[in-house]
């Protein structure tokens, strides 16, 4: 997503660092370059215009020319004008003041109403709400059928008294489900509408009838992103004929360009609420302007990354784990593997990856993992015994031989896992020994190392002078050197200075270390 995009902008802002001043040359040329990365975006025309021209007052403006960096300047500028673009701030649903909440979805046939119809539902049910499908779409075959499966996977309830292909009155269906939604007690209603392959005047009259029929709270313009700048066209021509609240985007994983997203919300002045970027149920989120932009300029979006951990780990599952390590505890192979499940559960590697600052310049490497691999771990631990994953020193030469049997992999895969264990299992020891660094839990630090020569007996100086201070403070009995004397130039003196030097009130030279005090 946005991958030609951000490339290109990242080579522009690296262009920059060099300079410490920007001249009016450097601008045009930064900004012309930033007009080209758009467009190949295939952001519409007039966005571009606006967004570069806004971009060049400001960086010609007081903020960049005064700036220690101008670079880092320029690039906050784009940051800033990008969020502004993509709607700002987080546009919220708006829940009804007495349920159930109606959601419309409206759009093109092909841009994934449906199974967003399901991921929205999934997405409702897990912040607590209990929502009802629609199945108003009854013009396009089997559409029914197709709702009432994403449904059960999303464990939603669904409303479709007709069947569909061709039968049954949509506008009807819509009204009827309000009392059905009441009567059942499901707070949130989606209707699920009918699309065509081009705008027509049936759909809008359509889509214009059941919005009458149950006032939704929000009419949703879902809108695939891969369609370019086709869709401003389609959003401008939904936005006169029937009208809506806020728009979804879908189908974002297969667009490199994603202008898009770019576009929509500027033209149509109706905000990014949702987007869609994956076939599973879960490849689904509220729209954050602010951290799309950060993923746009390859500064990643550890917001995102933090929130799915959250939802994903158990927090009980990571208190037993992290009170192991810090224990000393032996790191197993049943620890290893459930902490793999616990990562992959927050979706493909190369995404998460993807979230962290500067991955960017990495994509290639990153194209190249493949998640297969860690089924294929799972596969080599699930083929062990319990004492085998408990004891991995156990696994021999005929061990090996059998679970590569039994996972379906080669011996060489199996000792590259049994090495790469024991050298996480010493490290995981060592940060459980705190590594020896003083203070840390059984750190063995310079602390530890002079509470052991302390054991030993009292260390005696072969300074004299040194050593009648410790014999005086042994024979005293309470562990406690006396007060040592002004030493050095002072001592030297005999405690008297030169004529004509006086110390200030209350100074003390015992407390100093002057040259030659003890």
């Given amino acids: 997503m946005f991958e030609t995009l951000s490339d290109r902008l990242t080579s522009v802002f690296s262009s920059l660092r060099s300079k410490g001043r920007l001249s009016d040359a450097d601008i045009d040329a930064t900004t012309r370059e930033i007009r080209i990365a758009l467009l190949e975006a295939d952001v519409a025309l007039p966005v571009v215009k606006a967004f570069v021209a806004q971009v060049k007052e400001r960086a010609r403006g007081a903020e960049v020319s005064q700036a220690l960096n101008p670079a880092q300047q320029v690039v906050k500028i784009v940051n800033d004008e990008l969020i502004e673009i993509l709607g700002g701030e987080t546009r919220r649903l708006r829940y009804a003041k007495t349920p159930p909440t109606v959601i419309m979805l409206a759009g093109l046939q092909g841009s994934g109403k449906t199974t967003l119809a399901g991921k929205l539902a999934r997405w409702l049910r897990e912040q607590g709400h209990t929502p009802m499908l629609v199945a108003a779409d009854l013009q396009r075959p089997n559409a029914v059928q197709q709702l009432q ?24 269906v819509a009204r009827r489900s309000i009392d059905e939604a009441r009567r059942q007690q499901h707070d ?10 081009g705008i027509d005047q049936d759909m809008m009259r359509q889509a214009a ?44 994983d297969g667009d490199a360009r994603g202008g898009a997203a770019l576009s929509v919300r500027h033209i149509t002045g109706r905000p990014i609420m949702f987007a869609s970027t994956g076939e599973k149920l879960e490849d689904f989120d ?28 158990d927090e009980e599952q990571a208190a037993k784990m992290a009170g192991k390590l810090t224990s000393g505890e032996n790191f197993t192979l049943d620890d290893f593997l459930e902490q793999m499940m616990m990562v992959q559960k927050m979706g493909p590697i190369k995404n998460l990856l993807g979230m962290m600052p500067g991955m960017g310049q990495m994509r290639d490497q990153l194209n190249s993992i493949d998640d297969r691999d860690l089924d294929r771990i799972a596969a080599i631990i699930r083929s062990m015994t ?32 049994v090495t790469r264990f024991f050298e996480a299992q010493k490290m995981m020891k060592r940060m459980a020994g705190g590594m020896g660094i003083p203070g840390m839990p059984g750190g063995r630090g310079k602390a530890g190392k002079a509470q052991k020569k302390g054991k030993k ?62």
């Fill in 209 to 252: 009838d059941i919005r009458a029929a149950v006032t939704p709270d929000e009419v949703l313009f879902v809108v695939d992103a891969m369609i370019g700048q086709d869709a401003v066209t389609t959003a401008q021509a939904f936005m006169d004929g029937v009208g809506f609240d806020g728009v979804v985007l879908t189908k974002l």
């Fill in 386 to 417: 319990p004492a085998e994953r408990q004891d991995p020193k156990i696994i021999n030469g005929s061990r090996r031989a059998r679970i590569a049997a039994g996972s379906g992999v080669t011996v060489t895969a199996v000792n590259n896992l």
């Fill in 457 to 518: 007996g009292r260390r005696v100086s072969g300074d004299p002078r040194k050593a009648a201070l410790g014999k005086a403070s042994a024979d005293s009995g309470d562990g406690a050197a006396p007060a040592p004397k002004p030493g050095g130039m002072l001592g030297n003196l005999g405690g008297k200075l030169p004529p004509g030097i006086e110390l200030p009130p209350g100074f003390d030279p015992s407390k100093f270390k002057l040259p030659g005090q003890q």
């Fill in 188 to 197: 949130i209603v989606i209707i699920d509408t009918a699309g065509r392959l």
């Fill in 286 to 313: 509220a729209f954050h302007p602010d951290r799309m932009a950060s993923r746009i300029l390859d500064m990643g979006d550890i917001l995102t990354l933090i929130e799915q951990a959250q939802k994903t780990f």
């Fill in 149 to 172: 499966v994403m449904g059960e996977r999303a464990q939603v309830a669904v409303y479709a008294p007709e069947p569909g292909n061709g039968v049954g009155d949509p506008v009807d």
